[in-house]
């Protein structure tokens, strides 16, 4: 069964601490993977996609179909980073579907 | 810059109601998409809907539930009778692509069923 996985409800970090969020997903497909970020009263928006391995913020992501696992990390957080992440898997074979992690609450104190 | 838009923002409904939820995606997308997220646990994935046909939908989108794109711009949900575990965030999404993968949402309609 297709499923993301992460295990980390809350992640508190200070300020320049290095960040990772963890991901991992079940998919018999070829994964496509996506890291969403929702700041405080905004609405979901994408922050970046694995194929195009880019960096967004500061933040990368790598594929690691080894260990099915696509965390996100950022060497030196920042407190502007505090938000909720979600992982995202596109569902690519059977239709359109985009799957989401419960989602790892970011804060970042100084 | 374009915007999901979903209206209402909160609405409050008698359990067995009906409700219609309301979305305009942005102008020149394809694809949209209905999400809910009850209060506490994760975005979960209710239909996809591309084509004036259903693409794809989840377990969670049964009988109770259709979507309906009644003209150019608005994209709806319905859910005709409403139950207590139907309170939860509304989120309504558009994207260009299929494989794109980036979903633009909106900011979600909070349902409350009492």
């Known amino acids: 069964a297709q499923r993301v996985t992460q295990p980390e409800k809350l992640l508190s970090v200070f300020k320049g601490a290095p960040v990772e969020l963890k991901c991992n997903y079940s998919?018999?497909?070829?994964?496509?993977l996506f890291w969403y970020v929702q700041y405080s009263r905004q609405r979901l928006q994408l922050l970046l996609r694995h194929i195009s391995r880019e960096s967004i913020k500061g933040f990368t992501a790598d594929l690691n179909k080894g260990e099915t696992s696509f965390h996100l990390k950022k060497p030196f957080a920042q407190e502007e980073d505090s938000a909720m992440y979600y992982c995202a898997l596109l569902l690519n074979q059977a239709g359109t579907a985009l799957i989401f992690g419960k989602g790892t609450t970011l804060s970042v104190s100084s | 810059e374009p915007e999901v838009t979903q209206t209402p923002s909160h609405q409050v409904t008698q359990m067995g109601q009906e409700v219609i939820l309301r979305c305009v995606p942005i102008?020149?997308?394809?694809?949209f998409y209905w999400y809910r997220q009850i209060l506490g646990q994760k975005v979960e994935f209710l239909v996809s809907f591309y084509n004036n046909e259903i693409s794809e939908k989840s377990e969670i989108f049964d009988d109770q539930f259709s979507v309906e794109r009644p003209d150019g711009s608005n994209f709806t949900l319905k859910i005709r009778s409403t139950k207590l575990e139907d309170s939860a965030m509304y989120f309504c999404a558009s994207s260009a692509g299929l494989a794109s993968g980036e979903l633009f949402f909106g900011e979600g309609s909070r349902l409350t069923v009492l």
């Open positions: 102008s020149n997308h394809l694809y």
């Open positions: 998919y018999s497909g070829s994964p496509e």
